[in-house]
């Protein structure tokens, strides 16, 4: 688990892409899986790990990154919530092998430097693993609402962690 540089950025898009293809199949629609732009995401991951806005975080495997997660300040003004963690993807084939887990310790611990004492995490409302996963890490449901994502109207929820030493890893 490292802190990621605008070096990675074609690593994590490249991770962001497959990762959404294989855990959003059925949930988006297949037409806009299948035109995700890898090289669209790389610029703007690259431009996200420049602008200093936010940490990112790769767990690699060997050489190989299997993963990442992103977080810093609350987007939206949610209230009661100061930081968030933006996003948390693992190629498949590296689930259920600990990175997830190591991957929120990192941007908790990244949160805490920049002062931000607790955390909320949006994830779309039938996406039953990742909500599982925060459910384990003792996250309790803040609320739904809806969200757009290509052409498909879809219900986001979030979860919260009133303090980051809620967090159970
Ligand atoms: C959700 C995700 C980030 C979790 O990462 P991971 O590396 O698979 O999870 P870990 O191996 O660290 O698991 C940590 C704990 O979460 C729980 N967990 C993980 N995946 C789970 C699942 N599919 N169902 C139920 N519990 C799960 C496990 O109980 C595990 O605890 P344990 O070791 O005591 O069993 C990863 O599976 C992923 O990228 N999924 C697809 C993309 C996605 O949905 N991202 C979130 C978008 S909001």
Do not use: C
């Amino acid at each position: 688990m490292r802190q990621a540089g605008s070096d990675d950025a074609t690593a994590i898009a490249r991770v962001h892409v497959d990762t959404w293809r294989t855990a959003y199949r059925g949930l988006l629609p297949d037409d806009f899986l299948a035109a995700l732009d890898e090289a669209g995401y790389a610029e703007r991951w690259r431009r996200t790990l420049t602008d200093g806005n936010g940490r990112v975080y790769v767990a690699e495997d060997g050489r190989h990154t299997v993963g990442f997660a992103s977080g810093g300040p609350e987007r939206a003004g949610e209230d009661g919530f100061t930081g968030e963690l933006y996003a948390i993807y693992v190629l498949q084939e590296a689930q259920g092998r600990g990175h997830g887990r190591r991957l929120v310790q990192a941007v908790v611990q990244g949160l805490r430097e920049m002062g931000l004492p607790n955390m909320i995490v949006w994830v779309l409302r039938d996406n039953h693993n990742a909500r599982h996963f925060y459910e384990r890490l003792g996250g309790t449901y803040v609320r739904s609402q809806p969200i757009t994502i290509g052409s498909a109207l879809l219900q986001e929820v979030s979860y919260g962690w009133k303090s980051l030493d809620d967090i159970r890893y």
